[in-house]
Every structure is written in structure tokens, then in C-alpha cells.
């Protein structure tokens, strides 16, 4: 089962297609969710970053602290929505998931900070 996945993700490569839409396994979606979410969490450094510079000393104090706030929300968060499949093969899925989702909202949010300033 994990060969045709693994085929049918280099087909959809070779394809110019994305190999997650084919993903057929909870390891192949969780393994797209994990790239998806680092993706995310390399957008959401990079508007940080970017917003950082832009900010009074002060501000980028309470930027470091709100940020810190946040990461605790989502990971608390993210264990509470794959709650829902506790003990389930899909229970790791599904916090993968929340967190690639809630990372890129904030990743979106910190960039309008930064449209802002």
C-alpha cells in the first residue's frame, strides 16, 4: 500500500502536479502536513523577522512576548482539535493539521502587521 503512494506521489511530481492531493495514507497526509507546516513556520520566522525591523525597541518586546503567547495557543490548541480522534492513528493527522493551519493565519496576520507599519 505504501509502494502505490509513494508511486502515485512521484507520478503526480513528474506531472507537475501536487503529490499531497493524491496522498492516500494517514503517513503520506500526515507526511504532506509536516512539510506543509514547516513551510508555514518558515513563512511565519520570515514575517517576524521582517516586522521586528520595523518596530521600536518597546514594541518589539511585546512583539517577542505576544509571539511567545501565541506558539503556547496553538500547540495547546492544535492537541485540543486532534483530541477529537484520541488514540486514533488520525489523532497526530489532525494536530499536524490545526497547526500548519493556525501557522499560516498568523503568518498572514503578522505580514498585514507589517503592511501597516
Sequence with gaps: MAGLA???????????????????????MRSCEEARLRRAEEAMAVAYAALAQHLSKGRRERLKSSQQAWLRFRDADAVFQANAAEGGTLAPLL?????????EARADALRRALDSQ
Design 95 to 103: 494536530e499536524t493539521t490545526a497547526r500548519a493551519d493556525l501557522t
Design 6 to 28: 509513494l508511486l502515485a506521489a512521484a507520478t503526480a511530481r513528474a506531472e507537475g502536479e501536487d503529490p499531497c492531493a493524491a496522498a492516500a495514507t494517514t503517513a503520506a
